[in-house]
C-alpha cells in the first residue's frame, strides 16, 4: 500500500482527446438491465460516496470491446458495412455470464475486476474481426487481448485516495454475476464527469435453454 499514490488523478486530464465533440465507434457490453449486478454496484458505490469520484449509474457500466475510429474518419458507408459485418458474425453466437472477482482501485478510478472468461476472449476476437473486414481497415486493439473490468467511477482530480483503497480491500471476494445478452454497437463520447453514447444498433446473442 506504501508503494501506491495517496491521491487521485484526473482521468479526463490523462485522456485530454476526450471532448465533449468526440464521437468514437465502437462495441460495449453493458450491464443496466442486469438487476442483480446493478444492485452489488449501488452497494460497492454507497461505500465510495465520501471519496473524490465521480460514480458511473447503472446505464454507464460496460465492458470495452473492439472499435473502429472517430466519426470525421467513418463514412456511412462505412458504418453500415460494420454494421452488416457484425450481424452475421454473431449470428448464432451464445448468451454467457460474466463472474465479478474484486475490486480495484487505482489514482483515476475504481473497477470491478471480471474473472478470466474463454466466451469473453472469443467475443472479442470475433468483433474485431467483423469490424475489420467490414470497415476495410484494422479494428482498434489486438483481437482476443481484452481486459476483463467494468469501471464504477471515475476521479476527475486531486483528493484523498484511502477510502478508494479501503473500499477495494472490502470486495476482494465478490459472488455476482452478469449475463451477456447482447452487443451494443455505439457512438461513444464524453458527457460531463462520464462516458456516454448513442445506440445504432443492439445486437441480441442467443439464448440458451
Not at 448468451?95 to 489514482?107: E, I
Request: with cysteine.
Amino acid at each position: 500500500m506504501s508503494a501506491r499514490s495517496k491521491t487521485t488523478e484526473s482521468h479526463w486530464d490523462k485522456t485530454p482527446y476526450w471532448t465533449p465533440e468526440r464521437r468514437y465507434l465502437i462495441c460495449f457490453l453493458t450491464f443496466a438491465d442486469c438487476p442483480e449486478f446493478v444492485d452489488v454496484v449501488r452497494m460497492i458505490q454507497r461505500d465510495l460516496r465520501e471519496a473524490p469520484i465521480a460514480l458511473s449509474p447503472p446505464e454507464s457500466l460496460h465492458q470495452t470491446m473492439p472499435g473502429a475510429t472517430t466519426r470525421e474518419q467513418l463514412t456511412e458507408s462505412d458504418v453500415r458495412n460494420i454494421r452488416s459485418s457484425i450481424r452475421k458474425a454473431l449470428d448464432g453466437f451464445s448468451s454467457f455470464v460474466l463472474f465479478a472477482d474484486r475490486v480495484k482501485s487505482f489514482p483515476e478510478g475504481s473497477e470491478i475486476l471480471l474473472k478470466p472468461s474463454q466466451n469473453l476472449n472469443d467475443l472479442h476476437r470475433l468483433l474485431h474481426t467483423a469490424i475489420s473486414e467490414g470497415w476495410g481497415k484494422p479494428a482498434d486493439g489486438s483481437p482476443g487481448k481484452v481486459l476483463p473490468h467494468i469501471t464504477i467511477g471515475y476521479c476527475n482530480g486531486v483528493g484523498d485516495a484511502s477510502l478508494l483503497y479501503a473500499v477495494e480491500e472490502k470486495y476482494q471476494k465478490m459472488k455476482v454475476s452478469a449475463p451477456v445478452n447482447h452487443v451494443d454497437l455505439i457512438w461513444l463520447r464524453r458527457e460531463s464527469d462520464r462516458y456516454a453514447w448513442d445506440i445504432i444498433e443492439r445486437f441480441p446473442l442467443r439464448q440458451i435453454g
